[in-house]
T-cell receptor, first 112, second 114 residues
Framework: AQSVAQPEDQVNVAEGNPLTVKCTYS??????LFWYVQYPNRGLQFLLK??????LVKGSYGFEAEFNKSQTSFHLKKPSALVSDSALYFC??????????FGKGTSLLVTP | KAGVTQTPRYLIKTRGQQVTLSCSPI?????VSWYQQTPGQGLQFLFE???????NKGNFPGRFSGRQFSNSRSEMNVSTLELGDSALYLC?????????????FGQGTRLTVV
């Protein structure tokens, strides 16, 4: 079974500081990994994906993610956090049936 | 380009009733998936349609059904509503159903069952 885990329910960071939201995966075969963000009362917005190739993936809004095969991780990063980045972040993996299996989400709070 | 449109945005229904939710995908997208989001269970996959055919189904009872039309628009239906069906229902569309293809989500339909 393909699954992801987000070990942190909440991440707090000060504006201007770098942020990391963690995700680990468990897959058989090649992983197809995604990050989404959800603002209150909104749907999910696609940030970035890893399919193959470079381990550092760049996405929307200045976010990037680092794929690490040996640690089975796909952490989301941003060099300088903004208050407007405060939201719920989901890591996901596409399973063999092409559905997205989501982690439980990590709430990011960026304080001024 | 217009995004994924879901209607209605909010619904209140009574236990035992049925409900139909609608989703218009991004123009040109042929795959539509549905997800249920609740505080307790998180995001769970319901089903996926591609070219009017259900290709994949999640672990939900038969009360949950869906269909896709020739213009790729999709509907999902929940019959005999239960209190536990209260959730945010999200529709997502993709250009195709490949594993490397990202899905784009609508704003969701908030269903409250009373």
């Amino acid at each position: 079974a393909q699954s992801v885990a987000q070990p942190e329910d909440q991440v707090n960071v000060a504006e201007g500081n770098p942020l990391t939201v963690k995700c680990t995966y468990s897959v058989s075969g090649n992983p197809y990994l995604f990050w989404y963000v959800q603002y209150p009362n909104r749907g999910l917005q696609f940030l970035l994906k890893y399919i193959t190739g470079d381990n550092l993936v760049k996405g929307s809004y200045g976010f990037e993610a680092e794929f690490n095969k040996s640690q089975t991780s796909f952490h989301l990063k941003k060099p300088s956090a903004l208050v407007s980045d405060s939201a719920l972040y989901f890591c996901a993996v596409k399973n063999s049936g092409y559905a997205l299996n989501f982690g439980k989400g990590t709430s990011l709070l960026v304080t001024p | 380009k217009a995004g994924v449109t879901q209607t209605p945005r909010y619904l209140i229904k009574t236990r035992g009733q049925q409900v139909t939710l609608s989703c218009s995908p991004i123009s040109g997208h042929r795959s539509v998936s549905w997800y249920q989001q609740t505080p307790g269970q998180g995001l769970q996959f319901l089903f996926e349609y591609f070219s009017e055919t259900q290709r994949n189904k999640g672990n939900f009872p038969g009360r949950f059904s869906g269909r896709q039309f020739s213009n790729s628009r999709s509907e999902m239906n929940v019959s005999t509503l239960e209190l536990g069906d209260s959730a945010l229902y999200l529709c997502a569309s993709s250009l195709d159903s490949g594993r490397n293809t990202e899905a784009f989500f609508g704003q969701g339909t908030r269903l409250t069952v009373v």
